[in-house]
């Protein structure tokens, strides 16, 4: 998971997902904490509820802003060091225009690929820019959302990371359309990134695969269809005992592909690859 802008390394990111003492700014800290809690909740909301997504953007921004899920109430723009490069429209339409924006959305949902729909909507939403902060992470989130419940390996593959790599063509893109008048240029990029995103993944998955043994493949294949599947079903499921279960854990954990989250009775897995 990466969050763009925040100045926490990768390992910071952990630990604080962890429940460890990092130590840095507050502000970046709790956007970690926000960050990870949302991305938590994602099989759990209406893609195409605007209410589910004021609820999603007030978990990104719990403790940093004050109106944190509520729309904004005064005009906002954004700026390139003192040059304004973008004006959004005035706050009085903005719960029209998001209105608009996911009734569109549900009138066009059965015809129309996510992958072009979450682009579409990723672009108006920035454009409407309908939050007073977190603008950028709500509609990257929300994309990740829309493809999440349309292929569950979305969920392994977040908007924001796939930006995190890409972010001044981002950028430039977006302020491309703005000038345009239209969301063509954004839609293509997002639609070129994600298939790189995919194929990455795809190739991933070809190596690591290579490596694993049909016991392995077999665990990896049970956790997909129950990430709390406990180490003696596993055992009875494979038809192999506790122990070779562990063994064939123990070899996972150590390759990184999965990770247990929580304790041992309440917890579950995470397949990393």
């Not at 460890?20 to 502000?27: I, S, Y």
């Not at 990104?60 to 005064?74: P, V």
């Not at 990896?220 to 562990?246: F, S």
Request: proline fraction near 3%.
């Amino acid at each position: 998971m990466a969050i763009e802008n925040n100045q926490l390394s990768l390992f910071q990111v952990e630990n604080v997902i962890n429940g460890k003492m990092v130590l840095g700014e507050q502000k970046d800290i709790q956007e970690v904490k926000n960050a990870y809690k949302a991305y938590e909740e994602i099989d759990r909301v209406n893609p195409y509820s605007v209410e589910d997504l004021k609820k999603i953007q007030g978990t990104l921004t719990f403790l940093i802003e004050d109106d944190s899920g509520k729309f904004r109430n005064h005009g906002e723009a954004v700026y390139d060091g003192d040059v304004q490069i973008f004006m959004a429209p005035p706050h009085s339409m903005v719960p029209t225009l998001m209105d608009n924006l996911f009734n569109w959305m549900n009138e066009v949902k059965k015809d129309v690929n996510p992958l072009i729909l979450s682009s579409i909507f990723h672009y108006e939403f920035l454009f409407i820019h309908p939050f007073s902060d977190g603008n950028g992470r709500t509609a990257r989130l929300w994309q990740t959302v829309i493809l999440s419940h349309w292929e569950k390996a979305f969920k392994f593959l977040p908007i924001e990371s796939m930006i995190k790599k890409n972010q001044d063509d981002y950028y430039k893109v977006i302020d491309y359309c703005n000038k345009a008048g239209n969301s063509t240029e954004f839609i293509e990029f997002m639609l070129k990134i994600i298939d790189k995103a995919v194929d990455d993944m795809i190739e991933s998955q070809k190596t690591t695969q290579e490596n694993l043994t049909d016991t392995q493949m077999k665990i990896l294949e049970l956790m997909k269809e129950n990430q709390y599947i406990t180490r003696n079903e596993l055992a009875e499921k494979i038809g192999i005992t506790p122990d070779g279960i562990k063994y064939n854990l123990d070899i996972l954990r150590k390759k990184e592909i999965i990770k247990r989250e929580g304790s041992t009775k309440k917890g579950c897995w995470k397949i990393l690859k």
